[in-house]
């Protein structure tokens, strides 16, 4: 029904950048909030940074100064700028959506849809 994709990730030493996409594809009939988790080796997943519809955007403090979240409506796609990397936010990254599905012309209650993970490792 729905698929998120992400892209992006890789290995980069400290102070570097890396910029995530997050593409949603399928029987969608309207996505809400978007999102980026990160969860790395032995620690719980958390919220990096969330965006709504309309551009209003949120942080983690950890990150706020250092990351930018943003959205393209019309491609079904949140991004996720990361500067001044630091080793700690070595991690797997998870886009998150709130998604309608439309199917058979009926729009259903909003599901809580996760993409697969890219790994972040920050290394020299």
């Known amino acids: 029904q729905v698929q998120l994709v992400e892209s992006g990730g890789g290995l980069v030493q400290p102070g570097g950048s890396l910029r995530l996409s997050c593409a949603a594809s399928?029987?969608?009939?309207?996505?809400?909030?978007m999102a980026w988790y990160r969860q790395a080796p032995g620690k719980q997943r958390e919220l990096v940074a969330s965006?709504?519809?309309?551009?209003?955007?949120n942080y983690a403090d950890s990150v706020k100064g250092r990351f930018t979240i943003a959205r393209d409506n019309d491609k079904k796609t949140v991004y996720l700028q990361m500067n001044s990397l630091k080793p700690d936010d070595t991690a797997v990254y998870y886009c998150?959506?709130?998604?309608?599905?439309?199917?058979?012309?009926?729009?259903?209650?909003?599901?809580?849809?996760w993409g697969q993970g890219t790994q972040v490792t920050v290394s020299s």
């Open positions: 998150n959506a709130a998604i309608n599905t439309r199917v058979s012309g009926i729009v259903r209650l909003p599901g809580d849809y």
């Open positions: 399928g029987s969608i009939f309207r996505v809400d909030v």
């Open positions: 965006i709504t519809s309309g551009g209003s955007a």
